[in-house]
């Protein structure tokens, strides 16, 4: 189940090179006003990011960033365009990413020697830009969106967002082995506050699910101001640190203003991935599946075709925790020892509690969620303070999965 995907000849996946994707900026409405090239030194600008290792030139005309003053026309956007793509045509050895979200630009765009499309609003600006892919059998980096660009707040509506573009795009005949997936990092509205971009970042390894290649565009964004409450000029060391973490978590292509230094962290952390074990034999292959979260569980059934009642019966089943309790007695703890092993669980506590040498102990729980949650129940009409416990394990299972608890802090 590795990801090795081809993109206009360009391997990408698991088993090859993360890929720096460097940003041409011709936009002057940007968040980012030095990343704004001027045409008459864009060669110059091309040829330096590819000789730093970007392998993917990103051209963009017209600025996403929420606060952007004027929003431009489709026809400002497609001059800015034109220009750019006659002079780096058979001038970089990279592939050219036109990023625009309007199917006349990109038809044009592609007309003119772009290698793919990258559409920040997951197909939903314009209906027709589904079409001209199928059409032209190009590639696209399809951005999470529900509605507007990067509006699914939280890693579960973002999962949920790529399922529906990925199903979308199939049903229009799109090959999906082609699209490249971007869980929109970014305040892309003003209810997007930095919390759930830490959520992405640090749950990105979630998105393999999709077995598709996974793009991270963090450079200079919000989220590493909201840390180091600096302006996007001094934000480099801040993207860096964002960087090597989704790259350890499973990122193949990072969406980049300053190739030379990406490249060094790409490299480094790239290095320390872990690989997925898998083995072949005789036309047998056994994975191991890095799911932590029950929703996650429940694509993966359903793309096997499992039902969608079995997939949501099946969902608790198909995670497990491990709990320690601490400072209980050791009759408190044999409670519970002997309640999650009827549940199928098991349960880990010294010697001296086994063969009550002692009155207090601490004690590791581990089954599946269903398992724990069964057992949290039971215990509610229990004697002693088992009631108490009960409710404590419920409230940490509850913020296991609070994106607020997780990562809203003092910033």
Known sequence: MFVDADICGLKVGDEHPVRIMGVLNLSQESFYRSSVVNIDSILEKAQAMVDSGATILDIGARSTWLLAKPVISREEELQRLVPALAILKDNVDALISVDTMFADIAEKALELGADMINDVSGFKA??????????????????????????????????????GIIRQAHEKGMDTSKLVLDPAIGRWMPEKGPI?????????????????????????KS???????????????????????????????????DVPQTMDVVQV??????????????????????????????????????TGTGAQIMKKKSISRVLKISNITTTEALIIKQEILARGGDAALERDAVSHETEGTD????????????????????????????????????????????????L
């Not at 640090?202 to 699910?209: A, G, H, P, S, T």
């Open 196 to 220: 759930y971009d830490f959520e992405t970042m640090d749950q990105f390894e979630r998105l393999k699910v999709f077995q598709k290649p996974l793009l991270a565009a963090i450079s200079r």
């Open 269 to 306: 952390a790239a290095a320390m991935r872990s690989r997925q074990p898998v083995v072949k034999e005789n036309g047998f292959e056994v994975s191991v599946l890095d799911i932590k979260n029950p929703e996650d569980a429940v694509r993966s059934m359903k793309e096997m075709g499992v």
């Open 126 to 163: 314009d209906e027709r830009m589904l079409d001209v892919l199928v059409e032209s059998g190009c590639p696209a980096v399809v951005m999470a969106t529900e509605r507007i660009p990067g509006d699914p707040i939280g890693m579960n509506a973002i999962m949920d967002s790529l399922s």
């Open 223 to 257: 989220c590493i101001d909201a840390v180091l409450h600096r302006p996007a000029d001094e934000r480099l060391y801040g993207t860096l640190a964002a960087t090597a973490i989704v790259v350890h978590k499973g990122a193949h292509i990072i969406r980049t203003h």
């Open 363 to 410: 004690i590791l729980i581990m089954g599946t969620i269903l398992q724990l949650e069964k057992l949290a129940k039971k215990l509610e009409c229990q004697a002693r303070d088992l009631p108490v416990i009960s409710r404590i394990i419920q409230d940490t299972l509850q913020l296991d999965d609070n994106v607020e608890y997780r990562y809203l802090r003092e």
